[in-house]
């Protein structure tokens, strides 16, 4: 069945080369999906040759843990890893991609900036995807000489297990593109909706609204503890073990976008904003207590 708003499927172009911009864990991840479900080669960049291969090496970790459960045969897991490399020098790892995406750092200006590069080093009609959470679609393909092979991509994290993707059309995103998104999405044997470009999407922002409204109550003299209990059985990770999950620093720049964009609906937690300055990247430690430097954060 097509999904709603989904453009015919015969407008669809096919994706032989993937390339994608940012080689850390949800690029890393997105990087074996690509190779494992497609089958094409993936190029994943950084800036520098240590980073592109630290994300490589990330897949091939998952490649052997895929082997090791019996989930492919080792000429699957020799394959997925050849087809998996890595480089700093866009203009060459992109040479005949036609499906780039991006998973930099979430900030408009270094999306723009990256979109800007790509496309001197692609044709015309490759696809340029986001990962982006919360960002403007139309915003980052409005310095670019084609924005309509613009289209946003979102996939929650991790990557190879959560069903969904967020496929969100900017004001110039055509049908070819789209289509392309659809067929895409669907070959990664993923859910695909249409999702409008407004801030954080659908997912992100009853996302924002729930960890605000629990992070409310943590702010206000609950402990993490007891607000991550209240939700055994009900959520599949408990709100701040999901934050963790998410990375305190995403987490809070969805909401500063959410607060930015419906001031009276969001809510931007004192302890996130320390737990991203001093750093901290989870509110558990390894045996599953809550870091006494998150504690100390709270008085
Ligand atoms: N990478 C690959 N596979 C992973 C994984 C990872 N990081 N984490 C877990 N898995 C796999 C495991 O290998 C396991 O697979 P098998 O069944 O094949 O062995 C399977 O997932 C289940 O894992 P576990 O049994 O270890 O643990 P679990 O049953 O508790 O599930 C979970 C783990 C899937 C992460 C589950 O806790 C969950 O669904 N959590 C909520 C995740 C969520 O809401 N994500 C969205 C965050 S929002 C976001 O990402 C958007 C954004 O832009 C910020």
Redesign the pocket.
């Known amino acids: 069945k097509r999904p709603a708003g989904a453009p015919d499927k015969s407008l669809a172009r096919k994706v032989t080369k993937v390339g994608i911009v940012g080689a850390g864990l949800m690029a890393s991840?997105m990087a074996l999906l690509f190779a494992r479900r497609l089958g094409t080669p993936v190029v994943l960049t950084d800036l520098d040759e240590e980073r592109a291969q630290k994300g490589v090496d990330y897949v091939h970790g998952?490649v052997d843990?895929l082997l090791a459960?019996g989930?492919v045969t080792s000429d699957k897991a020799n394959r997925l890893k050849s087809l998996v490399t890595g480089s700093a020098d866009k203009a060459t790892a992109f040479a005949g991609a036609d499906f780039v995406i991006e998973a930099v750092f979430e900030e408009m200006s270094v999306k723009k900036s990256v979109f800007a590069d790509v496309e001197k080093v692609v044709s015309s009609e490759c696809i340029l995807a986001t990962n982006t959470?919360s960002l403007s679609i139309t915003e980052m393909a409005s310095e670019l000489e084609h924005p309509e092979r613009v289209v946003g991509f979102?996939f929650?994290?991790?990557?190879?297990?959560?069903p969904l993707l967020e496929i969100v059309k900017g004001e110039k995103t055509d049908d070819a593109t789209l289509a392309t998104a659809f067929a895409t999405g669907k070959g990664l044997k993923k859910t695909t909706i249409l999702v409008s470009d407004s801030p954080s999407f659908i997912?992100?922002r009853l996302?924002g609204r729930f960890l605000g409204e629990v992070a409310k109550a943590v702010d206000a003299g609950t402990p993490i503890e007891t607000a991550d209990a209240a939700f055994a059985g009900v959520a599949?990770?408990p709100p701040f073990m999901?934050l963790g999950?998410?990375g305190p620093a995403?987490?809070l720049h969805?909401n500063e976008t959410l607060v930015k964009a419906f001031p009276d609906r969001f809510y931007v937690s004192p302890l996130l904003v320390k737990v991203v300055e001093e750093k901290i990247s989870s509110f558990y430690l390894p045996d599953l207590t809550i870091d006494p430097k998150v504690k100390a954060l709270q008085v």
């Open positions: 991840q998952e843990k459960k989930r959470s979102h929650f994290n991790p990557v190879a297990v959560m997912v992100n996302l599949p990770m999901l999950l998410v995403i987490a969805n």
